[in-house]
């Protein structure tokens, strides 16, 4: 079984959180550039075997679409045409940052790792992830 792999996708940054092999267990990985996002997923699929890709899909509390989610649309295109075989699922990613802030403080993270803005993005990855694996099993 290959793992899943969740991104966070930012104009800026891209959070990047992946399962393991029995696709259970959602971990934050790593946090790159946007402009280099694609190239670090294609050498993880070449190291790692990976059966889909899940991606946050940023919303208004209204659920409405967000200034931001033009731009994961556009990623979602690039990343399926680069991955055709590859199955891409979006997930809401409302509150992730912020459920992101309350785990990394309840983890006991001090407050500089809090505020750094690489670390939130990975674990918001994380929480994207373990919020698909979760809506799988219902």
Known sequence: MGRIIAI???NKRVGIAATDTLQMIANPLETVHAKDVLSF??????????DAFVVGMPRRLS??????TP?????VRK???EFPDMPVH????RFTSKMAQQAMLAGGLKKKDR???GTVDRVSAAIILQSYLESRSI
């Open 71 to 75: 731009h994961v649309i556009g990623f």
């Open 90 to 93: 979006t997930v809401d990613e």
């Open 79 to 81: 990343l399926q045409k």
């Open 63 to 68: 659920g409405e679409a967000s200034d931001a």
């Open 8 to 10: 966070d996708y930012g």
């Open 41 to 50: 997923l294609k050498s993880y699929v070449q190291r790692e075997p990976v």
């Open 115 to 117: 505020q750094d803005k």
